[in-house]
C-alpha cells in the first residue's frame, strides 16, 4: 500500500516539485514506499510539455510554472485538491495508456461516491460531466465541462504528478488560460453541480475507492 500524505497549508509549486523528485528517487532506489499526496497550491498556472503559448490568455494574472508533465496548461488553487500519484510501474505494470486509464477509473469511483456521473472522452485526457441544464452545443450535442484534470510524468517508470479535482475553486480562475486546450468545453466543480462537498470528503472517496478501482496492475 502506498503511504498516504495529507498537507493542510497551500503548498508552493517548487516546493511540491522538490518533494516529489526527492521521493520518485527514494522509491527508485528502495529507500521509500509508493505515496500518494493529497494537497492544495496557491493560485497558479502550470504548462505541460505540450503548452502552447496562445493558450495562456492572461500571463500576468498569476504565477506560471513549467510543469515538466505531459499535457498543456491548467490552474492550480485554493478549493482544488491535487493528487500526486508516486507509483512504481515496474510493480504495476509498464503501460502508460493503462496507468492513465486507471486514474481516471479511481477519479470517476471517487465522483460516484456522491452521485456525480463522470466520464471519458476519445481524445480528451481527463474527467467530465454532462451538463444538460446549459444550452447545447452547436452541432445539438449536450454540453460538458471538466471536472478533473491528469498529467503524469515517469522517470524509470516511477510516475509522479499525478490529477486534480476541482471540489470548491474559483472557476473565473481558468479564464486566464485555454484549460488543456480545449476551447469548445468549460469546467466545473463539485460545488458549481450543487454538491456541498468538502474536501475532506473527497479525501474519504479517494482512499476508499483507490483499492477497489485502481487498477493493481497493467499489462500483468
Not at 527514494?26 to 521509500?32: P, S
Request: proline content about 8%; charged content about 25%; glycine content about 10%.
Amino acid at each position: 500500500m502506498p503511504e498516504w500524505i495529507t498537507s493542510d497549508r497551500p503548498v508552493p509549486y517548487p516546493d511540491a516539485l522538490a518533494f516529489m523528485e526527492a521521493r520518485v528517487a527514494a522509491i527508485a532506489a528502495g529507500t521509500a514506499p509508493e505515496a500518494i499526496w493529497l494537497l492544495e497550491h496557491p493560485a497558479l498556472y502550470t504548462a505541460g510539455t505540450s503548452a502552447r503559448a496562445a493558450d495562456l490568455t492572461d500571463p500576468d494574472r498569476f504565477p506560471v510554472y513549467a510543469a515538466g508533465r505531459g499535457g498543456q496548461y491548467t490552474y492550480h488553487g485554493p478549493g482544488q485538491r491535487v493528487v500526486y500519484v508516486m507509483l512504481d510501474l515496474n510493480k504495476r505494470g509498464r503501460d502508460v495508456r493503462c496507468f492513465v486509464q486507471a486514474l481516471e477509473t479511481w477519479v470517476i469511483g471517487a465522483l460516484a461516491e456522491f452521485n456525480v456521473k463522470g466520464e471519458i472522452r476519445d481524445g480528451r485526457v481527463g474527467v467530465w460531466v454532462t451538463r444538460p441544464e446549459k444550452p447545447p452545443m452547436p452541432d445539438g450535442t449536450p454540453r460538458e465541462d471538466k471536472i478533473a484534470a491528469i498529467g503524469v510524468k515517469l522517470r524509470r517508470w516511477i510516475s509522479f504528478h499525478g490529477l486534480s479535482i476541482n471540489v470548491d475553486p474559483d472557476l473565473s480562475h481558468f479564464s486566464g488560460i485555454v484549460p488543456c486546450g480545449i476551447r469548445e468545453h468549460g469546467v466545473t466543480s463539485l460545488v458549481d453541480l450543487g454538491l456541498p462537498v468538502t474536501m475532506a470528503d473527497l479525501d474519504l472517496a479517494l482512499r476508499a475507492r483507490f483499492e477497489t478501482d485502481f487498477t493493481p496492475r497493467c499489462g500483468g
